[in-house]
């Protein structure tokens, strides 16, 4: 193994990801009874659901000729065949039937990988599946509970997946990337407190007596039709290993009290974001954002789920372009500033958990 | 990265070789590319016989969990086709070539009980999977099976490991194995792994049909190196090709006729593919057959073998033999 000081691995540019981590595979409503394939770590997998409703995941290759599975049919129970010459795997991909011989070859099987459904989306396991703890899956209880209301969607990022969480873990970029929705100046000019504790990392941020950016303005008014005048603003960033990063983000009417703990002059969201590897260049993205008022209103929840799939698109166009100037330019490292904390303690842990599978090197 | 079943080809030093039981050595390698190696894998191994590199396969028996220390066990078989002899006479600081672990028999996670069985030097592939599920605290059994206790290596690990779990049947002990109660005491929730004599996984597989088990639930692997009977030298007649060919006891039919100079379709070359089958028209003496990829029906007809594993004996040892043939089976073929 390449033996890599602390304080060098943190400038890697990008990291590979790590195996033995919980990484979400589709949303719940994705996978059904026709299969469908997604490449998740480097890896293409069939997903698709048994006869009793429950999410299954295959190497998406065929253990004969390696054809995708994906593309093949659901049979009885929970079994899948193969297009090609009809071989059929049960749910724990061992072959159930050779259609071409009267008995199966004991080798015949692909790789299953763990599945848990929660918190709305289908969780995959990649790596060793003996340490498949299911209580190791972040913490994302926003979207599945009745206190909270929204939805979200799948941005197809072209960029290594760390790119995404360095992109979450500072947002002095709203400044400058999204500048007419949440964007002011007042990101960069406010004060931060970065916490690491175990795996997870909390970057803080309070915004006093400020005027309310277009979005912030505009929720406000959904709860409180009229409201006029400035606000405390919020941005709480929790990031859970391998790459869950929950925002408690809001605004509250100026002095109300936000900052102590009494948010009800205010709106309070929740956007929830974890992103799968794809390749060591492509992840997906998924993202959702959660309110805690008007629970009910359908309209609202379309629209903010709109809205912030705008501002993302601008992120994405970004990381996209910082992706190939990484491309273009393999003789330069990253400079890091103080902005950088969270996300360079997010990078300590990751290189921890790949240090643990012997699978640190020195750049990706 | 995980084990694979890509042949990658390697260079590994002996580290250590130590008696385990009868006839049996324990063999540390050091690899020179480490990865590591999943409850159920074999690596495949250049052995020396009569100044000829040949190829077989050994369980990991256990491995650190980087790759860096792999352990096979290897058990002295004078009738068999001479790896082992090999094996046994290796020194520390040995240089062997090996390949990554390889993985056909993987181990699942999340089955709802566990039965290991495991018949003689079939330990070296069972062992592994027992030391994860210990780990997981699954619900498993090991049963281990002997012809004595000087026999079964890894017997006072394994008890220690266990403990209750480990059940031993030592057939000079009078406690042998009764199948038909093994295989009773699985259910739709089980899954049974078993390496060993073909006989004891024959057994288990006609116990599991009978129950109406699910056969995917049964995992086993063969090296194809056991038999219903002990090899034989036996003849082999290819009329197609003009030729007639002895097969000693310690070679294959298959490998006899390709140093015969027949060019033979083959791939596992352990009885699990079918591509060697080659079409019986004539014989004296009867079929051992040795593979996995017939059913009991198609062995019973005997109207074609799986060259790569499969024999021929005579009459003497064969219970189903011409009772009149004497001297040396002999088996026409046609080949595919």
């Known amino acids: 193994m390449t033996v890599v000081s602390a304080t060098s691995s943190t400038t890697n540019k990008v990291l590979p990801h790590p195996l033995n981590a919980w990484y979400v595979a589709a949303w719940d409503h994705e996978v059904t009874r026709k299969p469908m394939s997604r490449r998740i770590a480097n890896r293409p997998v069939a997903l698709y659901r048994t006869e009793d409703g429950n999410a299954v995941a295959l190497a998406d290759a065929c253990w004969h000729r390696l054809a995708p599975l994906s593309m093949g049919k659901t049979m009885e129970k929970d079994t899948i065949q193969c297009p090609y010459h009809g071989i059929i795997y049960n749910s724990a991909g061992r072959c159930v039937s050779m259609p071409a011989q009267e008995t199966i070859n004991p080798s015949a099987t692909v790789p299953s990988f763990p599945i848990v459904e929660r918190y709305r989306y289908v969780w995959i396991w990649m790596g060793d599946a003996t340490l498949a703890d299911p209580d190791l899956i972040p913490d994302m209880s926003q979207m599945s509970s009745d206190e909270w209301a929204g939805d979200g969607l799948t941005i197809h990022a072209a960029c290594n997946f760390q790119l995404v969480l360095d992109n979450l873990m500072d ?27 175990g795996n997870k990392v909390t970057v803080t941020r309070w915004m006093h007596n400020i005027d309310a950016p277009p979005f912030w303005l505009k929720n406000m ?20 290993a391998p790459s869950t990063i929950n925002i408690d983000v809001g605004v509250a009417k100026a002095g109300t009290g936000a900052p102590e703990g009494d948010r009800s002059q205010g709106v309070n ?39 912030v799939h705008g501002v993302f698109g601008e992120d994405e166009e970004m990381l996209m372009a910082q992706q190939a100037a990484i491309d273009a330019n393999p003789d330069y490292e990253f400079y890091n500033l103080n902005i950088d904390a969270g996300g360079l303690w997010v990078r300590r842990i990751l290189e921890s958990m790949l240090a643990a599978e012997g699978r640190l090197t020195p750049s990706a | 990265m995980a084990a694979t079943n890509i042949e990658t080809w390697q260079s590994a030093i002996v580290i250590e070789v130590i008696p385990v039981a009868e006839a049996i050595a324990r063999i540390v390698l050091e690899p020179s590319l480490p990865i590591k190696a999943e409850p159920g894998s074999h690596i495949d191994l250049m052995v020396q016989i009569n100044g000829e590199s040949v190829k077989r396969s050994y369980s990991v028996v256990e491995a650190a969990a980087d790759g860096t220390r792999l352990v096979i066990s290897v058990m002295k078989a004078p009738l068999s086709r001479g790896g082992s002899i090999f094996m046994h006479s290796l020194i520390p600081g040995t240089r ?13 996670i999340g089955a709802q009980r566990y039965i290991l069985l495991a018949g003689g030097i079939g330990i070296t592939a069972i062992a592994n999977m027992a030391a994860v599920l210990k780990r997981l605290k699954a619900d498993y059994t090991l049963v281990y099976v002997g012809r004595s206790r000087e026999a079964m290596a890894y017997l006072g690990e394994l008890e220690e490991l266990h403990g209750d779990r480990l059940e031993v049947h030592i057939d000079n002990e009078g406690s042998s194995l009764k199948v038909p109660e093994l295989v009773g005491r699985a259910d739709t929730g089980t899954e049974l792994y078993m390496c060993g004599p073909i ?65 033979m379709m083959f791939h596992c070359r352990k009885g699990e593919c ?26 019973r007809l005997s109207t074609k073998m799986n060259c790569c594993v499969s024999r021929a004996v005579t009459s003497a040892t064969g219970a189903k033999a011409d009772a009149a043939h004497t001297g040396p089976a002999i088996i026409t073929i046609e080949p595919n």
């Open chain 2, 96 to 108: 062997l070539e090996i390949t990554q672990p390889l993985q056909n028999f993987p181990l699942r």
């Open chain 2, 199 to 263: 006989r004891l996984m024959d057994a288990v597989r006609r116990g599991w049909v009978e129950r109406e088990l699910d056969l995917p639930n049964l995992r086993y692997e063969t090296f194809g190196n056991s038999g219903w009977y002990d090899p034989e030298e036996f003849i082999v007649r290819v009329p197609k090709l003009s030729l007639e060919v002895t097969v000693p006891q310690g070679r294959s039919m298959l490998e006899a006729l390709e140093d015969a100079g027949a060019e």
């Open chain 1, 171 to 197: 947002l002095t970029h709203e400044e400058f990337v999204h500048s007419s929705t949440i964007g002011q100046e007042e990101l960069s000019e406010s004060d931060f407190v970065t916490v690491r504790e």
């Open chain 2, 274 to 299: 079918g591509l060697c089958e080659v079409r019986v028209i004539q014989l004296a003496g009867t079929i051992d057959h040795r593979d996995v990829f017939y059913s009991e029906r198609q062995q």
């Open chain 1, 221 to 240: 008014r959904d709860k409180f039709p009229g409201f006029e005048g400035k606000v405390d603003r919020w941005q709480i960033i929790n990031f859970e």
């Open chain 1, 269 to 307: 969201g929740f956007v929830m974001n974890t992103i799968t590897p794809e390749t060591d260049r492509s992840s997906h993205y998924f993202w959702a954002f959660m309110r805690n008022y008007a629970l009910d209103s359908q309209l609202i929840t379309t629209q903010l789920r709109d809205g």
